[in-house]
């Protein structure tokens, strides 16, 4: 039986779904971006692999941070409700979790002086120590470590 382990990081504009697909000694693994997909089709994405109750996903527990817009906070806040509601609809179970604890898992902490471009490129690089096939963006990176860290932790 194939297990999804799904992992979703609501950004505003570079939100995305990661999907690690797990069956028979092998792996897929999928992203799905906001930027790039309607609400219809990541939802129908995620009702496709719900069918057979063989999910689990980790929802990284977000929130508004200073200095960010309007704009931005209201499309960030649609996102987090249009993912807890799809969950909630797809019988998904998911736990939500903060950035802080699934880096911690990967020994990963932003140093204080550490710029954004900084931090986001070392996780990039992180990820594609373990995933060395797989297209590393800065879209998809949180959302693929955090399917990674559900599909360790609650397999």
């Not at 209201?74 to 807890?84: A, C, L, Q």
Request: proline share 4%; with cysteine.
């Amino acid at each position: 039986m194939t297990r999804h382990y799904i992992g979703i990081d609501p950004g505003s504009v570079s939100g995305c779904i990661a999907i690690v697909s797990s069956f028979g000694g092998g792996e897929l693994h999928s992203t799905i971006e906001f930027n790039k997909h309607t609400t219809k089709e990541w939802y129908g994405e995620l009702k496709s692999i719900s069918t057979e109750n063989n999910c689990f996903c980790v929802l990284e527990r977000v929130h508004s941070m200073p200095k960010q817009g309007v704009v931005s906070v209201s499309t960030f806040m649609k996102h987090v409700g249009h993912v807890e509601m799809a969950l909630l609809a797809l019988e998904i179970p998911f736990k939500e979790v903060t950035p802080q604890t699934w880096m911690k898992h990967y020994n990963l902490k932003k140093e204080k002086e550490e710029s954004k471009p900084d931090w986001k490129r070392r996780l990039r690089e992180h990820l594609q120590r373990i995933l060395p096939n797989f297209k590393v963006t800065n879209n998809n990176a949180d959302a693929m470590l955090l399917a990674l860290y559900a599909r360790k932790i609650y397999k």
